[in-house]
């Protein structure tokens, strides 16, 4: 590779590149951008070069991928041994389309609308809990929110220990330290005390019960067939019934992903989104309003702008299959790509003065596509975009039609990271300064 040139980057050794990125990887990033355009070259301890990537062009060739250059799975494989061999994550071309399509129904827009009673039954449940002039930390709620949407609504669980034991287990579980996600060495027993001891077990407890959950749910379609509900896993084992096609293994390794992909990332998204518009002038009234006339337009303008201003991750990998020419460079085959939609979306080039939220840049018109993608784009575009779209306009307006909020303090939140997603330094602090659900109220 001695002869290869990739684009310039941060010539600072690559052990402090590393802990920049890890501490603050928007500061890093936006830094890089501002010093050598939207295609630099990082080194990362655990990955070697990485190319970052966030012109709208290049983005959407890697994501489109129409020659087969990219593999995503080979990027995802530091968490195969979380979301199994069977996941969308691990699979590419005329698998991961087989896998897609499996998936593709149970999450689509007309079938996740069915959950919107459930959604809003679990927030007015939270907001029965906020007394007036106490504080809420609001990233907390929407974990749990999401975690119930996704064990109730999505699994279709109803069993309540089950229930009870997966609220304790799966917040550990996606706090997975990142050291064995980083680096496959520290994945040994040592005597059953380190990280990756501790994390199997989690891991086994968490299965068992999936699996459970699966055998039963099984036995209960073989006698009555038509009596299954339209949750995500329901919907699989039938599928599966008529065609003898997904077993055990699989359905568990789709649930697996679809906690690990799409459980934090709305949370987050969500604690994001109010503590981004309480802070931007006149951004909090122009929610309620639309909240109040139902104008959903705006309130998904508002979620797109938060999800611009903030996103949770900063970016997707990709490793380049074969030799890819681009932007003037020849990347060799094996070449880390970071495709940026967050540097893309806090482009000052593409959405001037990124740094400030405002409505009205997706309202009453959108940027072009190719310069906002929340979901990504191509072959592996998020699966769970409806369901997200429609749970974050679920909890928002359930919030903003019962409760009055203002943050706790005027300064914005710092961005920090937690895991793989970068969170609201504070947890999206809020004060209740009126509630129309308090318990006692009704
Ligand atoms: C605000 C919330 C969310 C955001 C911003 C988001 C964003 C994304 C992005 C950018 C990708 C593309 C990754 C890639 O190209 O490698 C993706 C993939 C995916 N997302 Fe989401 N997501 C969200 C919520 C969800 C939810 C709620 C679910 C389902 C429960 C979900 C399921 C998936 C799946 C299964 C994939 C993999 C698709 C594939 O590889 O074919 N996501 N998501």
Redesign the pocket.
């Known amino acids: 590779m001695s002869s290869v040139t990739l684009p310039p980057g941060p010539k600072l050794p690559a052990v402090i590149q590393t802990l920049m990125w890890v501490v603050a990887p928007v500061k890093f990033g936006k830094a890089c951008l501002r010093r050598y355009g939207p295609l630099f070259t990082a080194r990362i301890v655990g990955f070697g070069d990485v190319v970052y990537i966030s012109t709208p062009d290049g983005i959407r060739r890697i ?1 489109r991928d129409d020659a087969g250059d990219f593999d ?1 799975a080979a990027a995802n494989e530091s968490i195969r041994f979380v979301v199994g061999e069977h996941s ?2 691990m699979s590419g071309g005329a698998e ?1 389309t087989e896998r ?1 399509k499996v ?1 593709m129904r149970p ?1 689509h827009g007309n079938n996740v609308a069915t959950y919107v009673e459930v959604m809003r039954s679990i927030v007015e449940q939270e907001i029965r809990q906020w007394t007036v002039g106490s504080t809420v930390r609001l990233l907390n709620v929407f974990q749990r929110v999401t975690l119930e949407v ?1 064990i109730r609504a ?1 699994f279709g669980i109803t069993d309540s220990s089950r229930l009870d034991r997966l609220r304790q287990l799966v917040p550990r579980l996606l706090d997975v330290n990142p050291l064995i996600i980083l680096l496959p060495a520290m994945r040994r027993q040592f005597g059953g005390f380190g990280p990756w001891a501790a994390f199997q077990r989690l891991l086994r407890e968490t299965d068992e019960i999936i699996y459970a959950e699966i055998r039963e749910r099984r036995a209960e379609l073989a006698v009555n067939p038509d009596g299954r509900g339209n949750d995500v896993l329901s919907i699989l084992l039938a599928k599966g019934q008529d065609r003898a096609g997904v077993t055990d293994q699989e359905l568990r390794d789709h649930m697996v ?2 906690l690990a ?3 934090e ?2 949370a987050t ?1 969500l604690a994001w989104f109010f503590e981004r518009v309480m802070r931007a002038p006149g951004a909090l009234k122009q929610v309620e309003a639309a909240v109040f006339s139902e104008d959903w337009k705006v309130l998904d303008a508002a979620i797109h702008e938060a ?1 611009r201003a903030r996103p ?1 991750t900063l970016d ?1 990998g990709r490793i380049a299959s074969r030799e890819w020419k681009a932007e003037g460079y020849v990347f060799p085959e094996g070449t880390m790509f970071a495709v940026s ?1 967050g540097l893309l979306h806090l482009s000052e080039d593409l959405h001037p003065q990124p740094e400030n939220y405002s409505i009205d840049r997706f309202h009453p018109v959108e940027p072009p596509s190719a310069h906002f993608m ?3 784009g ?8 409806s ?2 779209m429609i ?2 306009r679920t909890i928002i307006s359930t919030i903003l039609r019962n409760v009055r909020l203002r943050p706790r303090s005027a300064t914005p939140e710092g961005v920090t990271p937690k895991g793989p997603m970068l969170v609201p330094r504070r947890g999206a602090e809020v004060v209740i300064a009126e509630n129309h659900m308090m318990a006692g109220r009704e």
Do not use: D, K, Y
Request: proline content about 3%; overall charge positive; charged content about 10%.
């Open positions: 994501l995503a969308l994550l991961h897609r998936l999450l996704m999505v992903t679809l992909v799409g459980q990332t709305t998204q999800i949770t997707i939609l929340p979901f990504g191509g072959s592996h575009r998020c699966l769970g975009a369901l997200a749970e974050m």
